[in-house]
């Protein structure tokens, strides 16, 4: 390390990110060059707030006086930690085929271990996953062995975090019922927003801090049965990757598969391997059953030609080549993010959608799908209602894929006890390469419970876990909230199920709609919805909560914000509203709510937009919002 820090001072000349780019490259190999210069001074940045230095080159200097403890943060900071839970569900999905096969030949030795190496950790959330997966799969088998995993990682504070084993609940949200089980508990007071690993999995997991560069094989307790070194080769050359995939295959037993990221490939015919699947590896030669098509970015696997180890151990449904879904749900900008999810390549077909769930039992006398995702704010027939009065025996299954929160209220357990296998929280435009994986993993999951489970009943049971998250959505103080509605008159009847829904709540607060419309066009609509027809805009402050008021949007609604200053705002936008209210909005105040009517990917941005919704979601969307915000007062308070 000396003689790096002094190659390190001598090489600044005048660019001080460049020397600490190759320097951090030097130790870790990670490739930091001119295409990664944005993030390096992103980074660096980050760490310069927290040191109080404001240029590169204060932060040089700083780097030069303590190199030998500033080293650490530096290659903690410039190496990547971009990774989830069950990331890259295809390699799992192989591994539950050959798992049988692989377990017959490790229960012949004298200490039946399965032996697993994550190589490139990260915060160990890969390692967590592989011990879920094997503690559900290792139960299913009733085999006699068990499984060991060794997580390691450049950065030494990547290793204690995964060694803690603590991490925000919403980070496992991502992971199928089905793994979770019962095998993290909620954290208390200051950390009552995390969850941490149980013993049932932390006693299967070590970790340690490790260099692939600079490794021997001696070091880690070679052979392992599987090594998992996935989405690392792209930060290093055409060498450095032969070096270290060469010592990778050193490492493996007999048996044993080497895993890459889906889009990484290794060079098979120097390194001597084979690759029963893609981005999977093996020595050549060396004798193992595998199944007869493999997973890879555009193919499923299918069941091993293998007995299983006992019987009568459950086998695994032999899913079909593409898993056919119905979609149900009335956003259509959610349907599109749903057909772009699910593809013929990803393994799935959408074959049909409805936008409730009556008509997705219409289409159900039609049609048999694999796999159904199900909205629960929906006209008609909400999915809550769908599955009380249509899941049976026989119904395929379901996956929830709501805006609702899994953790407030208790929708979620709802559907999950009417017989959903899983919940999804809805994708975006912004979180949709996560969202789409998360929901991919969980509708094969579904399927697979629910072929080898054919009841008409849901789980019935809620993992503690779930249960110890469950909080009411109650808005406080709601005299402190206002709902406001921008429509034209012509969308009255789309208002009436709104009013109907906050009117059922208690204490809800106060609500104006806004109208578009000739006066005796406003004067009709509040007439019909039993609005107080709004004659000034001091209405409003008259009545704590519970107010609705209809008025004319040219006459008040500019002036309503001076007389609302203080409260909390969420405003709901339907259909297509004039240019002229469209630039009025731009009045409303920063920080507020702003909620346009979904018309699909395409519907015209309004100014301050913070989501598009169908009108169905809006009155759970303005409460989770106003709890959210009387929550953050009062933790501001405390």
């Known amino acids: 390390m000396n003689n790096q820090i002094q190659k390190l001072l001598a090489s600044k000349n005048s660019d001080p990110v460049e020397a600490l780019a ?22 660096l940045r980050k760490r310069m707030i927290d040191l109080s230095l404001k240029t590169f080159d204060e932060y040089f200097s700083y780097f030069s006086a ?31 085929q050959v798992l049988p096969e692989l377990l017959k030949e490790i229960e012949k030795r004298p200490n039946p271990v399965l032996k697993v190496w994550s190589a490139a950790c990260s915060r160990g959330q890969e390692v967590y996953s592989l011990a879920m997966f094997f503690d559900h799969h290792f139960k299913r088998l009733g085999t006699k062995a068990t499984y060991k995993i060794l997580g390691t990682d450049v950065d030494t504070d990547s290793v204690k975090v995964s060694a803690n084993g603590v991490y925000l609940r919403d980070e496992i949200k991502t992971v199928p019922l089905n793994f979770l089980a019962n095998h993290w508990s909620k954290g208390t007071s200051e950390i009552a927003n995390f969850v941490k690993v149980k013993d049932s999995l932390k006693n299967h997991c070590e970790f340690k801090t490790l260099n692939l560069q600079t ?4 070091e880690t307790g070679a052979p392992f049965d ?23 295959t050193e490492s493996l037993s007999s048996i044993g598969l080497l895993f890459v990221g889906l889009s990484e490939t290794l060079p098979r015919a120097d390194l001597k391997l084979s690759s029963p699947s893609p981005s999977v590896y093996q020595k050549i030669s060396e004798k193992r059953a595998q199944p007869q098509s493999a997973p ?15 019987e009568p151990a459950p086998t695994l449904s032999v899913a079909p080549a593409i898993l056919k879904v119905l979609c149900v749900d009335d956003s259509i900008s959610i349907l599109t993010l749903l057909k772009r999810a699910l593809t013929p390549q990803t393994g799935f077909e959408v074959i049909a959608t409805a936008r409730h769930g009556l008509e997705a039992k219409e289409l159900l006398k039609t049609i048999k799908p694999d796999v159904m995702t199900l909205d629960i704010h929906m006209p008609e027939q909400d999915g809550i209602e769908y599955l ?21 209220g208790n929708l979620a357990i709802q559907a999950l006890e009417l017989g959903a296998s899983d919940f999804v929280e809805k994708p975006t435009l912004h979180n949709f390469e996560k969202s789409g994986e998360e929901l991919r993993a969980k509708l094969k999951q579904a399927y697979q419970l629910r072929s080898s489970t054919k009841t008409s009943s849901g789980l019935k049971t809620v993992s503690s876990l779930d249960k110890s998250f469950q ?17 034209p008159t012509s969308q009255s009847l789309k208002i009436k199920p709104i009013l109907r829904e906050v009117t059922a709540r208690d204490k809800s607060p106060s609500l104006i709609v806004f109208w578009e419309g000739k006066p005796e066009d406003i004067k009709k609509a509040n007439s019909d919805l039993g609005l107080t027809e709004m004659i000034s805009t001091t209405q409003c402050t008259s009545v704590k909560f519970g107010l609705k008021l209809g008025g004319s949007f040219s006459q008040f609604f500019q002036s309503i914000f001076s007389i609302t200053s203080g409260r909390t705002l969420s405003v709901f936008v339907m259909a297509e509203i004039s240019a002229l209210a469209a630039g009025k909005l731009k009045t409303v105040p920063s920080g507020s709510q702003i909620l346009v009517e979904d018309f699909g990917l395409d519907t015209p941005p309004i100014h ?31």
């Open 471 to 487: 909080q009411k959505l109650q808005i406080q103080d709601p005299e402190h909230h206002l709902r406001i509605i921008v429509a």
């Open 226 to 248: 599987l090594i998992f070194c996935r989405n690392v080769f792209i930060y290093f050359t055409p060498e450095q990757i032969k070096i270290i995939s060469q010592h990778l």
């Open 388 to 408: 009380r009065q249509s899941f049976g025996a026989n119904h395929p299954a379901v996956v929830m894929v709501s805006s609702a929160n899994r953790d407030e």
């Open 296 to 310: 890879g970015p555009q193919t499923r696997p299918t069941t091993p030609n293998v007995a299983p180890i006992k």
């Open 22 to 43: 190759q320097y951090a490259s030097d130790i870790t190999g990670v490739q930091l060059g001119p295409k990664q210069r944005i993030m390096v001074e992103t980074r």
């Open 608 to 638: 301050g937009m913070t989501d598009q919704v169908p009108f169905t979601s809006y009155p759970y969307m303005s409460d989770q919002y106003f709890f959210t915000k009387s929550n953050h007062k009062k933790e501001k308070a405390a």
């Open 215 to 218: 490794f021997k094989v001696s």
């Open 66 to 96: 303590n190199a030998e403890t500033e080293t650490q943060n530096l290659i903690s900071i410039l190496t990547t930690h971009h990774t989830f839970f069950f990331r890259e569900f295809l390699h799992f999905e192989y591994i539950a």
